[in-house]
């Protein structure tokens, strides 16, 4: 094995020894490594030395935990390219996406350094004279952070910076198909000098995740990932009083209107769709156009995304990557083919790639699907491939309602000119990330992420708004001794 889980400062092998690897989407060929499959005791020594870690971590001023972020920072900065690297090569993306997914890591783990200063309660008015009283926001304890494997730096250091600066302690066990990048960013926060038991990371899949949801020391889960299993992690939570965050599925749309720039729809909504292949939780699955300027949209689309290149992200002329797995090429292949069973057009793509150079891949050609009606499976499921469905629609009223009609309000988006009906939109849409002329995937990591309805649980994360889940409020009040 040349991987190991990190628990209280020592990297180890699983303690039954069983491993398991991961291989290049790209060229099945390349083995990235190997890495501990983790079960119950690993979790276990994991959350023992983050609860052991706590009381002094926790003591720290917010200031001298910044240090260690600042730290990481700069780790990470210095080697941003070997981590993009290792993020494209067993994830997929291209060197491009990595290298700019890395440079987010940089400025999260700044970000939330610069948050250990901030003011974290108030002081209220007291129906009593003499009392002072206040609030103080306190460390929720050891958490549990569940990722997935689409943005393996990004999304754990947007659940550990806060989770550190706040003060809690941390096990990680990352998506057991991007294991690589998680050992490089555990890498890191060792050579950051972070206190043993602080950080731990236990490698492994959905067994190792469990057992992370269901040790009692634990005293809250983040997670990110599919609704399956975002539910059976929300009801494992409530029957041991445990708090949690999830992050699920989007089925963003786009509503591109008749007075809409066509030239940015067009460019903004294939971005969206099939960048890093569609696997983003926000990324574009629905474009629902006003009837008028369907035709024109639709051609302009299918144009572009036949000329879009797709090959190992490696290689910079490539636009787009293979899926991460076989099952989710095969599950795109069979969304596809279920839309035409149903009465969709395809346009273009929507096959598995046939040329030699991509035979070791799990490469599906970018797909456009034309004449989708709403009932549809493709227009109501999440796919997590590169594949857009079309929805004409009479007006505007029309678009809203399609818009609004799935189970899914991460991310929308609407091509407009006009203030009106971007007013309309912003008020009516139901979602948690709105754009006015934006792509419906790409997030500022100041501002709050996350959904309505199926798309998350309750708390947003990022920004500040990743205090209100990584923090309990006292509420506290001083007296004069003495009547
Ligand atoms: P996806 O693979 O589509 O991102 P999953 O929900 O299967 O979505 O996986 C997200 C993360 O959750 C991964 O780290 C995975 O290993 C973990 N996981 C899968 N099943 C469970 C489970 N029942 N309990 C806890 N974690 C799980």
Redesign the pocket.
């Known amino acids: 094995m040349d991987h190991g889980n990190y628990i209280n400062g020592q990297w180890q092998a699983a303690a039954g020894g069983a491993t398991f690897e991961r291989r290049n989407p790209a060229d099945t060929r390349d083995l990235v490594g190997r890495f501990p499959e983790s079960g119950e005791a690993d979790v276990r020594a994991a959350v023992d030395a983050a609860r052991a870690a706590l009381p002094a971590w926790r003591r720290l001023t917010g200031d001298a935990r910044a240090q260690f972020l600042r730290r990481a920072a700069n780790l990470l900065e210095a080697r941003k390219d070997a981590v993009a690297a290792a993020l494209t090569r067993e994830e997929g993306k291209t060197l491009a996406e990595s290298g700019g997914e890395t440079g987010r890591g940089v400025v999260l783990l700044r970000y939330y350094a610069g948050e250990g200063l901030r003011a974290g309660g108030d002081v209220l008015p007291s129906a009593s004279p003499g009392t002072l009283l206040f609030t103080e926001r306190v460390p929720l304890g050891v958490v549990g952070l569940?990722?997935?494997?689409?943005f393996p730096v990004a999304i754990p250091l947007w659940k550990i910076a806060p989770a550190l600066i706040y003060g809690n302690t941390v096990v990680l066990?990352?998506?057991?198909?991007a294991p690589r990048t998680a050992h490089l960013i555990a890498e890191v926060l060792h050579e950051a000098g972070l206190p043993p038991g602080v950080f731990n990371l236990v490698q492994?899949?959905?067994a190792?995740?469990?057992a992370?949801?269901n040790a009692p020391g634990v005293d809250g889960i983040s997670?990110?990932?599919?609704v399956?299993?975002?539910k059976?992690?929300a009801r494992?939570c409530v029957e041991r009083g445990a708090k949690y965050q999830l992050e699920m599925g989007g089925k963003n749309p786009v509503i591109v209107l008749e007075d809409a720039d066509m030239a940015q729809a067009v460019e903004l909504t294939v971005q969206g769709a099939m960048r890093s292949a569609g696997e983003k939780c926000t990324a574009t699955s629905r474009a629902i156009v006003v009837e008028s300027v369907a035709d024109e949209f639709t051609r302009r689309v299918v144009e572009r995304v036949r000329h879009l290149e797709m090959g190992p992200g490696t290689d910079a002329r490539f636009y787009l990557g293979p899926l991460?797995s076989v099952q989710s090429r095969d599950r795109v292949l069979r969304y596809v083919e279920q839309a035409k069973a149903e009465g969709a057009r395809l346009l273009c793509g929507g096959t598995a790639a046939h040329r030699p150079d991509l035979a070791h891949g799990y490469y599906v050609w970018p797909a456009v699907l034309d004449n989708v009606r709403p009932d549809m499976a493709i227009a109501q499921e999440e796919v997590?491939g590169p594949v857009l469905a079309i929805l004409r629609v009479p007006d505007f009223d029309r678009a809203l309602a399609v818009a609004n009609g799935v189970p899914f309000g991460l991310s929308a988006s609407l091509f407009t000119r006009d203030l009106g009906s971007a007013l309309r939109f912003a008020r009516e849409i139901d979602a948690g990330l709105v754009r006015v002329n934006g792509e419906t995937a790409g997030v500022e990591p100041q501002a709050p992420f996350g959904g309505m309805k199926a798309s998350s649980s309750f708390s947003r994360e990022q920004g500040q708004a990743a205090r209100e889940f990584y923090t309990q409020v006292k509420t506290i009040s001083f007296d004069k001794a003495g009547a």
């Open positions: 569940i990722t997935p494997w689409n066990k990352p998506s057991e198909l492994g899949a959905r190792a995740g469990e992370l949801v997670f990110t990932g599919s399956a299993t975002g059976s992690i494992a991460i997590f």
